[in-house]
């Protein structure tokens, strides 16, 4: 058998060991790989986008009770953070790469926050930022609350007359 016969047999036999082809599910970005593919307990290596980093980061920052929204349909994509309680004043996230191709957190001022795989600095950062906001709007709704409880009060005291 010649040499030329035998790299072609040897290559058919990596590309069938290796193919893809026959598998149902599609692994996701760092998942771990089968044994029919690549090397055995390996992480798959499929690319990570900016959405699955924002995606990861809204998770994080869902679970700290913040309110996420997606909004991956603008260039580059987004993520909206807002507090429940003040919907109004946020927070716009996007990824960029960073020194040496790391991709970071960029804030709507364009200020890093944190690198991606640090979600806990990431939300501690949005947390640094909107901070300040939350608690002026908290006082200023405990003020018009006190207000409005007086207010009632003093209608509930003085009947009011009619003329």
Do not use: N
Not at 118 to 128: K, P, Q, S, W, Y
Not at 140 to 150: D, I
């Amino acid at each position: 058998m010649r040499a030329a016969s035998r790299a072609r047999l040897f290559l058919a036999g990596l590309a069938t060991r290796h193919s893809t082809a026959g598998q149902s599910e599609v692994l996701c970005p760092g998942a771990a790989a089968g044994g029919d593919v690549g090397v055995p307990g390996r992480r798959a290596a499929l690319p990570v986008t900016a959405t699955d980093h924002l995606d990861a980061l809204a998770r994080a920052l869902t679970a700290a009770g913040w309110s996420t929204s997606p909004r991956y349909q603008e260039s580059p994509a987004l993520l909206r953070v807002v507090a429940p309680e003040l919907p109004g004043v946020g927070e716009s996230v996007w990824v960029k790469p960073g020194v040496g191709g790391v991709p970071w957190f960029i804030s709507s001022t364009g200020d890093p926050l944190a690198p991606c795989h640090d979600l806990a600095a990431a939300v501690a950062g949005i947390e640094t930022r909107l901070g300040p906001y939350m608690a002026t709007a908290s006082l200023c709704t405990a003020a018009e609350e006190e207000s409005l409880r007086r207010r009632l009060a003093d209608r509930v005291r003085t009947p009011r007359r009619r003329t």
